[in-house]
């Protein structure tokens, strides 16, 4: 059947009347594919439709007003139209033709899709940007489908992407089709977008529809399939909660695997390039395709084989700037890691020629991502190949990030052939083994002297200026932040220094004598006394205790937090708990998650907020902390004593072993103390970002009251660089500063709305636009089955409990004694939550981030580096996680 209305699958002769998508199934019947049987409704429909309505005059004027940077006005407006489309009604010859050819074909239930005009096209895809609809075949159904899927033409996603690609849609055609009822879907690339000069095909598939696949609800299992010799290697499965019994266990030796493979072999020839397939498997098996289109962009991809590519990780990273940065801070940021690496290089006596040769290195340490940091893995492991022993250095790197898998291939020692050279380089690494031993010796003296240093900081930025110095004043809490951060983190970054060194030679010892050695060398890090870290859930212990042994106290804390902390400012009832409470906030207030974002709250600024937190202490049975710590400082020391005798091997250990179990209690110790003065540095360092935070708000309010900027956030989309100017009265366009401010967020807002991946790689000097411009990196033994997540064992010992999922640390009020967290990262502002929970699973983090630190210091089974943890773990299921090989099942 055809009409200026509807066409029929195989009837269709010009692409322009029904939409590449429509055009595509048709051409696919035509040459025998399995297709579900169907018929395109018209661009003529359309516009008929947006003719009978008045469609255009009512739409324009809304298009005309959209801010397409705000997101809150691209819905609004997008909503907008779209009660004005499903209000209308679809003409009558229209709807006629359409039911008269819908019973011709089917009496089931049926698919309405898009089939846009630009839709599908070698450029653009615009998939996932268009709506489809499931129905059951009723005739309203089909007619109320087809208005929504006409509104999606103006949907908020179709008119950001749009905007976007700088492309437009030439007209609307929609596809009415067969509905498979699959079992298994999902898509396949005729040639992998990550590998394209591989000779292999990648299928993703997930169980049931395919919508939340392409919707990116879920991470779907991965399949790879060889064009040459049709080998088929599963790469992952899909993070599907409700579907993991064995009988949704896809082997790779599936009868439909090998059917979709050969159908996929003709399309490409077909379509005379490399095809994106997107099909279902139904109930007795067959093979059914819904559309296919060309891979966009693959032509990208080809080229990177030939480039310089760039590893991008934001391990370790993305526990102290868990979610999108500012300008403000990523200039910050850039600066403090130029300075950190350099410095330090020149702490352990690197020449000045090495450091000068890798300056363009030094500088680019890290990059920003859909506005997230990132660290770049290839600048920093090309710093460290200037250093003696650069390819066990490197691995002492990536474990310390916790990035144990990265690759530290082509990381070498530079030796040279040359006799004169080959001199200096030896001469240079006794130089460097003898100023690193010096160094060392001095940390001690190099950390408190920069606490003092914070100290006296904060102390003359609490202290206020005078009456008419406030500008001097703010100048110089400004600057001295940047003198400490940018100059004086080099003390800092001694105690990173000593903890990665120690931990890493402590582990190398351990395995070469005991079994298990990564476990053990954990144990050994447990119940580490006088962390700076273990203070503050101790002090909210207390305050908890105050709570609980007072009954009007308990009463008050059934209220609202907000209800709460009025209640305690104005009644003189609670006056001493209130004291307690202001002494808690003023001394430890600024440790919280997100402490070094600049552009987040603190507890001194939101108390209310601290009183969840303190809400979660008051309804478990938590033990003292302070007695925790204890116990396993106990069971540490006699661990230290089995593990020493452990060393005795071998009769010559007679005479051996004093001196190994000497270099085991040094390496030990040292390790213990990295960790301690890493933890004393980032308390100071959360210290001098929460008050410098503070410096940045005065100072936006002068610049607002002076006419320079218009919102109180405006500050954070500046440079540090431009702000200083700005003060010392050197900015060249100070009233330019308000527009470029306003341009930043409007460029922020679109870039963070992308979502780039922990591990990637680029072609040097190109950024993350969407997943088809990168080359992921194999992550290989994530994941060993349907049932098991595998990570870094950050603590011992092994719990089975109830998975409770958090994003923030301010979700600790819904943990029940016993459960076990999973987040994606902890920063310090989670140490509080540690005594709440019998477990720990973190996607991501290393052996000495936050999280595993304190997990040991309570001594509470960790694993960390479990990637896809919070989407393949459900909320509140049994899980069993095992610290000692870092394992996590799912029961």
Known sequence: MKTNWVIEFGEIEDVNTVGEKSWNLSQMVNQGHPIPHGFAITKQAFENFLSYNDIENKVAP????????????????????????????VPRPVVDDIIKLKTELSDGAMMVRSSALGEDSEDSSFAGQLDSFITEGTDDEIIESLLLCWASYWSERALFYQNYKKVSLQGMGVVVQEMVRPVVAGVLFTRNPNHSSKPEMLLEYCFGHAEILVSGQITPGAITINRDNKAVEILSRPDQIDYKSEEHIVTGK?????????????????????????????????????????????????????EKLVHWSNVNVNENYPTPISPLLYSVALQSFYHYFRDLGKSFGIREKRLIENDYYLKNIIGSHGGKMYYNMTSIHSCIQILPFGKKLSGYFN???????????????????????????????FLILFTTLRTFLFIPFKIK???????????????????????????????????????????????????????????????????????????LLQGIPNLVSSVPPEKIWELSTEIKSSPELMELFKKDSKEIYSELQSNKQYIKF??????????????????????EPNF??????????????????????????????????????????????????????????LFFRVTLAATAQGIRYRERVRLKQAMIYGAFRQTLLTLSHRMINKGILKNEDDIFFLTYEEISHFVAGAEMLPNALSDIANERREEHQRVTKLSPPDHFYLPEGEYFESMESVILEKRENIQHDEFTLVGLAACGGTKKGRAKILESALDAKDLTPGDILVTKQTDPGWATVFPLISALVIERGG?????????????????????????????????FVDGDNGIVKLQ
């Open 62 to 89: 809304i298009l005309k007003s959209i801010d397409y940077s705000d997101p809150v006005d691209l819905k609004r407006g997008s909503e907008k139209i779209r009660d004005i489309v499903i209000s209308s009604k």
């Open 254 to 306: 599936e009868k439909w695997i090998t059917d979709l493979f050969s159908v996929a072999l003709k399309l490409e020839k077909e379509l005379g390039r490399p095809a994106d397939i997107e099909w279902a498997v139904n109930e007795r098996g067959e093979v059914k395709i819904v559309q296919s289109r060309p891979i966009t962009q693959l032509h990208d991809l080809k080229e990177k084989s030939s």
């Open 399 to 429: 474990n310390f990030v916790g990035d144990p898998r990265s690759k530290t291939e082509g990381i070498e020692d530079k030796t040279s052939e040359n006799t004169l050279e080959l001199l200096t380089q030896t001469a240079e690494v």
């Open 449 to 523: 002297s920069l606490e003092d240093e914070v100290d006296t900081h904060l102390k003359k930025c609490q202290t206020g200026p005078g009456k008419n110095d406030v500008d001097n004043h703010l100048k110089e809490c400004f600057n001295g932040f940047l003198k400490i951060r940018f100059l004086s983190w080099k003390k800092a970054s001694l105690a990173d220094s000593l903890a990665m060194f120690a931990y890493g030679a402590l582990g190398s010892f351990l395995s070469r004598y005991i079994e298990k050695a990564d476990a053990t060398k954990n144990t």
């Open 578 to 599: 209130k004291d307690s409470l202001d002494d808690f906030l003023l001394h430890w207030g600024h440790r919280c998650s997100g402490e070094l974002m600049l552009t």
């Open 604 to 661: 001194q600024e939101d108390p209310a907020s601290f009183l969840d937190t303190l809400k979660g202490y008051i309804k478990a049975d938590v033990e003292s902390p302070k007695k925790v710590i204890a116990r396993k400082t106990i069971e540490r020391a006699k661990i230290i004593k089995d593990t020493q005798f452990k060393l005795f091997k071998t009769p010559l250990d007679f005479i051996l072993w004093p001196f190994k179990a």
């Open 847 to 879: 052996m000495l981030s936050h999280g595993a630190i304190v997990a040991r210091e309570f001594g509470i089974p960790a694993v960390v580096g479990a990637d896809n943890a919070t989407s393949s773990i459900k909320d509140e299921a049994e899980i």
